[in-house]
């Protein structure tokens, strides 16, 4: 309707926003104010469905490495009770910054 696509956003009902895409169109930046995010290795991930009782390694936002697959857990900081939620998402951490838009928080 306005000539240019609308802009996409990585949101739950858990949640809320948990990143969004920026201007350049090009991949989606996580939001780190909105929820206290955790980065699961996609290994780690698949030990611990192939074992209930296994406790997987986590991750923050500044150790993710571009190329790699992580599924994402949150504790919501706005609007909720405090707890920890794995969502069960798996995410393909493209970048760690936007260089174009100088945007610090990996895509």
């Not at 949640?15 to 980065?39: H, K, R």
């Not at 074992?51 to 609007?79: C, M, R, W």
Request: proline share 7%.
């Amino acid at each position: 309707m306005w000539g240019r696509y609308p802009l996409d956003v990585y949101a739950g009902s858990e949640c809320l926003i948990m990143a969004i895409q920026t201007w350049d169109y090009e991949g989606l930046s996580f939001v780190p104010t909105s929820n206290f995010l955790e980065f699961i290795p996609e290994e780690e991930s698949l030990k611990s469905k192939a074992n209930p009782g296994y406790q997987p390694k986590t991750l923050l936002l500044d150790e993710v490495k571009p190329g790699e697959n992580y599924e994402l857990a949150i504790t919501s900081f706005h609007g909720m009770p405090f707890m920890r939620y794995r969502l069960g998402d798996m995410v393909k951490i493209t970048a760690r910054r936007n260089e174009k838009l100088n945007i610090d928080t990996p895509r």
